[in-house]
T-cell receptor, first 112, second 115 residues
């Protein structure tokens, strides 16, 4: 059964720092992996999707990498800003299903 | 930019009542999903829907739940007889699910409170 774990659970950093959020999954047979942002009490905003055949994807200050064989993905946020404060979720799509399996999330706070 | 919309944003109901949660997926998307998030817990998959039928459902999606695409734009989740433990945020999502276009786009959610 696929399990998705994210560490750290919470992170508080000063503005301007570069940071790395980690996601690990137990079954490497995934179709893709998606990173989301969730603001308190709100919906999920898709940030990046990485196909199983890809190693990384970039969007602005965000870079996500995927190492499928070791069951890991990282989300790198460059030059963090207070507006980046949110919970970041990673979700994997197993190879034989439509569904996403979500991790526990990393709650990020960036203070001025 | 196209987005998934959901109504209502909040719903309070009494245990045992029926509720219908509504979603309008992105117009050219073919795959539709419902997920839920109980407060403080992970987002959980409920059901996926394609070509007017359920393509996959989780063990949470029992006989109390049903989905429907009553017209060309709406996608609904019905809970027939709500229980206290159905209290959660319910998210609708949609995707094109074609090769290279598998991103699932989520709506803002409906917060359901069962009393």
């Amino acid at each position: 059964k696929q399990e998705v774990t994210q560490i750290p659970a919470a992170l508080s950093v000063p503005e301007g720092e570069n940071l790395v959020l980690n996601c690990s999954f137990t079954d490497s047979a995934i179709y893709n992996l998606q990173w989301f942002r969730q603001d308190p009490g709100k919906g999920l905003t898709s940030l990046l999707l990485i196909q199983s055949s890809q190693r990384e994807q970039t969007s602005g200050r965000l870079n996500a990498s995927l190492d499928k064989s070791s069951g890991r993905s990282t989300l790198y946020i460059a030059a963090s800003q207070p507006g980046d404060s949110a919970t970041y979720l990673c979700a994997v799509r197993p190879g034989n299903t439509d569904k996403l399996i979500f991790g526990t999330g990393t709650r990020l706070q960036v203070f001025p | 930019e196209p987005e998934v919309t959901q109504t209502p944003s909040h719903q309070v109901t009494q245990m045992g009542q029926e509720v219908i949660l509504r979603c309008v997926p992105i117009s050219n998307h073919l795959y539709f999903y419902w997920y839920r998030q109980i407060l403080g817990q992970k987002v959980e998959f409920l059901v996926s829907f394609y070509n007017n039928e359920i393509s996959e459902k989780s063990e949470i999606f029992d006989d109390q739940f049903s989905v429907e695409r009553p017209d060309g734009s709406n996608f609904t989740l019905k809970i027939r007889s709500t229980k206290l433990e159905d209290s959660a945020m319910y998210f609708c999502a949609s995707s094109e699910n074609l090769a290279g276009q598998e991103t699932q786009y989520f709506g803002p959610g409906t917060r359901l409170l069962v009393l």
